[in-house]
């Protein structure tokens, strides 16, 4: 199903939609009500909660220590869906499985319709809140699980617990603080817990857990951590809690949130199942639960909640390196693509080329017949650009091949001075170098590196031509080499205008001329990007070292033999 960008939702959330799976959304009324199972389940198992942490739970302030009614409710009423029509039916049902509760649990009919207000005041200022600031109910990423933490189990919990405290100290002279204190650590426990386990869950995740490796995997992670609680908090009385953080972060790290939620529950459900019979490190009397579920729900919120960020960042890293790949992997194969359409870009021109390059040779000659000087410079002109033209479809080659793999290269010992020499001979017959003082320039013996000797000079040659290019008349050219650590540095060093960290930054892209396309100097704008992959294909590399109207140095490092 497509996502659709909830209004008020930040960039964040509209990124974290993209990566989060669809849910079903009930968008009406009558969807509800044609489907009754869930909506009933859920009615019931709020009354049936309501009924234990009332007669269970119970402080001397009237309110329950442990509440874990409106998580399920909370959980139920985000996963089914939105809507007007719908959330005011699946609210009003919600409002009557908490009443039924109430009532039935013993409580006078002004308490119980008293606190079905509170209640659903909680339920529904968490609803909306999660709505608002964590809309794509996303907890495998760490802004979306912190959003829905802290506004669901954090902020919802506040007006409920202060109007109840208010009414339970004007109607029963209740501390204020310790009502207020006891509604917001026994909701927030179970808004906190609840909630992010019941929206946790995905079929596909269900699925990949019924593999058989990863279902035993989960059975045994889980008995684990059902051994550490019983010997936590029925076994000795010590303050051992600390013990279930490794589990639940080794959980966390293998079955990522669906897990950590799920093993929350159980851990949840073992704390107050030990708080109730007065064993483990909450041990002491029974009638007086206050202060012993104070410790409990401070140990679960602040101890063990927070590994739920944990396995949401976990999450986040796998989805995102997921999508790395995908990416990767289509831009390999428009690369692949792309060297394809180059190398046959190439092969439709060199055909073509070369018949031009051949009548023109005739016709400058005067083979074809008498021509007169304009003509002869004319089809001078047009060999030249023929050239050019052919040079460039053997570079396109080049490129594709260097980048498909195909270039062959065949390292082996080569003497960097003699080919420094060859470039130097072959630089100065240039006529755009006749003004240059081009020299070479060797420090030391032994430069011998591991090249092959053909594409090495090649590259040499290329980065000699740009500096003639960009030199200037009565410039210098220096051919440099010298040894560095293990290897041999080469340096083509100029005295032109520079280059901007910018453009050093985008030398090596192909089909990149730096903005000098409309000026004097010809080019293409592949030389430099086929000679850093030939560089990289002998083992070595290249970069340029460069200050705006001080010159610049193209250097190239490479293994010594």
Same mark, same amino acid.
């Given at each position: ?69 409106? &998580? @399920?409710?909370?959980? #139920?009423? %985000?996963?089914?869906? $939105?809507?007007?029509? !719908?959330?005011? +039916? /699946? ?69 409920? &617990? @202060?109007?109840?405290? #208010?009414? %339970?100290?004007?109607? $029963?002279?209740?501390? !204020?603080?310790? +009502? /207020? ?381």
């Amino acid at each position: 199903m497509p996502h659709v960008r909830a209004l008020g939702a930040t960039d964040l959330d509209y990124a974290e939609a993209q990566i989060a799976p669809a849910r079903p959304v009930v968008t009406t009324a009558a969807s509800l009500f044609t489907q009754p199972l869930a909506p009933m389940l859920t009615v019931l198992g709020v009354a049936v909660l309501v009924i234990v942490a009332i007669t269970t739970a119970r402080t001397a302030g009237l309110v329950a220590a442990l509440w874990a009614a409106n &998580g @399920l409710a909370v959980g #139920v009423w %985000l996963r089914s869906g $939105r809507g007007l029509g !719908f959330d005011l +039916s /699946f609210g009003g049902l919600i409002a009557l499985g908490v009443v039924a509760g109430e009532f039935l649990a013993g409580n006078t009919p002004t308490l119980a319709l008293w606190f079905t207000l509170a209640n659903m005041i909680e339920i529904v200022v968490a609803v909306l809140l999660a709505r608002r600031f964590a809309p794509t109910l996303n907890l495998a990423t760490v802004n979306g699980a912190s959003r829905f933490l802290f506004c669901v189990a954090g902020l919802a919990p506040i007006p409920a &617990g @202060l109007m109840s405290a #208010v009414m %339970l100290w004007l109607v $029963r002279d209740a501390s !204020f603080l310790m +009502s /207020f204190q006891t509604w917001w650590f026994g909701h927030a426990l179970g808004l906190a817990v609840i909630a992010p386990f019941i929206l946790a869950y995905e079929q596909r995740q269900l699925a990949a857990m019924l593999r058989p490796l990863r279902a035993a995997e989960t059975v045994g992670l889980f008995a684990l951590l059902a051994g550490v609680c019983a010997v936590v908090y029925f076994v000795v009385d010590l303050p051992l809690v600390f013990a279930v953080i490794p589990v639940l972060i080794l959980i966390a790290a293998r079955l990522r949130v669906p897990g950590v939620t799920a093993a929350l529950m159980l851990v949840a459900v073992a704390a107050v199942a030990s708080l109730l019979i007065g064993a483990g490190p909450a041990a002491g009397d029974p009638s007086d639960i206050g202060e012993r579920a104070l410790l409990v729900q401070l140990t679960i919120l602040f101890g063990y909640v927070p590994i739920v960020l944990v396995a949401s960042l976990l999450e986040e890293r796998d989805r995102l390196s997921e999508r790395a790949r995908a990416g990767q992997l289509r831009a390999e194969r428009a690369s692949a693509a792309k060297s394809r359409l180059l190398a046959n870009v190439a092969h439709e021109i060199k055909s073509p080329i070369g018949g031009v390059i051949g009548i023109g040779d005739l016709w400058s000659s005067g083979q074809l017949g008498p021509v007169t000087p304009t003509q002869a410079e004319m089809a001078v002109m047009l060999v030249k650009t023929a050239r050019q033209v052919e040079a460039l479809s053997h570079d396109l080659l080049d490129v594709a091949r260097a980048e498909s793999g195909a270039v062959k290269v065949e390292l082996r010992p080569t003497d960097v001075p003699g080919i420094l020499e060859d470039i130097r001979a072959a630089t100065v017959l240039r006529p755009e170098a006749q003004a240059l003082s081009v020299s070479v320039v060797c420090e030391g013996d032994g430069l011998i590196a591991i090249a092959d000797s053909q594409r090495l000079a090649q590259v040499i040659d290329n980065l000699a031509t740009n500096a003639v290019k960009y030199a200037g008349a009565g410039g210098s050219l220096v051919l440099r080499a010298r040894r560095i650590y293990d290897g041999v540095r080469i340096e083509v060093v100029d005295r032109g205008p520079g280059l901007t960290p910018e453009k050093q930054a985008q030398l090596f892209e192909p089909f990149n001329r730096l903005g000098l396309e409309r000026s004097s100097v010809e080019g293409h704008g592949i030389g430099l990007a086929l000679a850093k992959r030939l560089v990289e294909l002998q083992g070595g590399s290249i970069g340029v070292v460069s200050n705006l109207g001080e010159g610049s140095t193209f250097w190239i490092e490479l293994p010594a033999a």
